[in-house]
């Protein structure tokens, strides 16, 4: 799975040049917009001793600044996932939530930013404190976020992305979000 997001997101960078020949110096949507998001999360690694893992919730609140010359926004990413996973020890399941949370700088670039259907891809780096992770205590990670995604009718965005930080807590994420501000200038 990480191979397949890995060339999805490298053939998408492949276009931005092509993309960036056509985009006006002029800002086609507003500076600051302040997206609210919430998606399913699935585990993206097995745990030895555990079983499969549920799906989750991640939920967060996304602050994206858009340059005017460019087709980039730089943003703040605050999030909060939840998972959980089974083990089986006596013949008896026993059920562990594990609990992240993640501090992102993203950046993402738009192709046909303000129009009605613009897709993106982009990367965020950051930090995540975890409750539970992969050596059974709380800890503190490096965090990286690649992502694609659209941004419909310049407000609704759908993002496709994998948080990578602990192997107990990496997660493949599917969100849906509403972006305030941002539309047509």
């Not at 993309?19 to 699935?42: I, M, P, S």
């Not at 026993?94 to 930013?113: A, G, M, P």
Request: glycine letters at 12%; a positive charge.
């Amino acid at each position: 799975m990480k191979k397949i997001l890995l060339i999805v997101i490298a053939i998408l960078f492949v276009a931005v040049d092509a993309d960036a020949q056509r985009y006006y110096v002029d800002r086609t949507v507003g500076a600051v917009e302040v997206d609210l998001n919430v998606g399913l999360a699935t585990a993206a690694n097995n745990m030895p001793g555990y079983g499969k893992s549920r799906q989750g919730v991640d939920a967060g609140v996304e602050v994206r600044y858009n340059f005017s010359a460019a087709p980039v926004d730089l943003g703040l990413n605050l999030s909060v996932c939840s998972m959980y996973r089974g083990q089986t020890i006596n013949n008896v399941i026993h059920s562990y939530k594990f609990v992240s949370s993640n501090l992102l700088l993203t950046s993402d670039y738009n192709f046909y930013q303000g129009g009605n259907v613009s897709p993106f891809v982009g990367l965020g780096v950051g930090v995540a404190w975890c409750d539970k992770d992969a050596n059974g205590g709380r800890g503190t990670h490096f965090a990286v976020m690649p992502r694609v995604g659209v941004e419909l009718s310049r407000h609704v965005r759908i993002t496709l992305g994998y948080k990578v930080f602990d192997k107990a807590n990496n997660h493949l994420l599917l969100s849906l979000g509403y972006a305030f501000g941002g539309g047509r200038r």
